[in-house]
């Protein structure tokens, strides 16, 4: 089955550590995006790639790196320098970047940190 | 930059009643608009969305929604809900990039849908 892959569903960690968050998508796209979601605020972007080894910042990306090596590969790593990191993350992808398709989503990451 | 306005944070609808959620933006040229719907704790599925054409557009599970490009509006109807409809559902407009190709989405807080018996 074609889709995204967000692993694992439920991460918990010690507040000063950093944490990696999984995205993996066999549906050949070439754009991929991170979100961040909290209650009542919407999804806000932290990060997008629309090719391999090329990405940029979106509204929120103080305190969260990526790495785009591969296309079907977007993990986005939660540092210490994030202040507020416990949310929910989304990752979606995206067919094409010259016209504007819709975006597919996986089904998150729910980060608690203690 | 654009941004997205969903007027209402909580809607409740009897199970059979029509549906319309309103969602407004601001952007400079002719958006593409989105509609998402979300269960709790899942990832975001697409209703419909419009880039250009008919204003009246056609989506799944019975939604449709109408682009007002005078009233800045996307707003999305039903005409009969279900139970299963209760969920988060999030407007969202996409803009093209400076340098072309499409960069990220940008969504509205949501409106939490309330099914009645």
């Known amino acids: 089955d074609g889709g995204i892959t967000q692993s694992p569903k439920y991460l918990f960690r010690k507040e000063g550590q950093n944490v990696t968050l999984s995205c993996e998508q066999n549906l050949n796209h070439d754009a991929m995006y991170w979100y961040r979601q909290d209650p009542g605020q919407g999804l806000r972007l932290i990060y997008y790639?629309?090719?391999?080894?090329?990405?940029q910042k979106g509204d929120i990306a103080e305190g969260y790196s990526v790495s785009r090596e591969k296309k079907e590969s977007f993990p986005l790593t939660v540092t210490s320098a994030q202040k507020n990191p416990t949310a929910f993350y989304l990752c979606a992808s995206s067919p094409n970047t010259q016209d504007y398709n819709e975006q597919f989503f996986g089904p998150g990451t729910r980060l608690t940190v203690l | 930059a654009q941004s997205v306005t969903q007027p209402d944070i909580h809607i409740t609808v009897s199970e059979g009643a029509s549906l319309e959620l309103r969602c407004n933006y601001s952007y400079g040229a002719t958006p593409y608009l989105f509609w998402y719907v979300q269960s709790p704790g899942q990832g975001l599925q697409l209703l419909l969305k419009?880039?250009?054409?008919?204003?009246l557009v056609q989506g799944i599970k019975g939604f449709e929604a109408e682009f007002k490009r005078s009233q800045s509006s996307f707003n999305l109807r039903k005409p009969s809900v279900h139970w299963s409809d209760a969920a988060e559902y999030f407007c969202a407009v996409g803009a093209r990039g400076a340098g072309g190709g499409a960069d990220g989405l940008t969504f509205g807080k949501g409106t939490h849908l309330i099914i009645q018996p």
């Open positions: 790639s629309q090719i391999v080894n090329d990405f």
């Open positions: 419009y880039f250009s054409g008919d204003t």
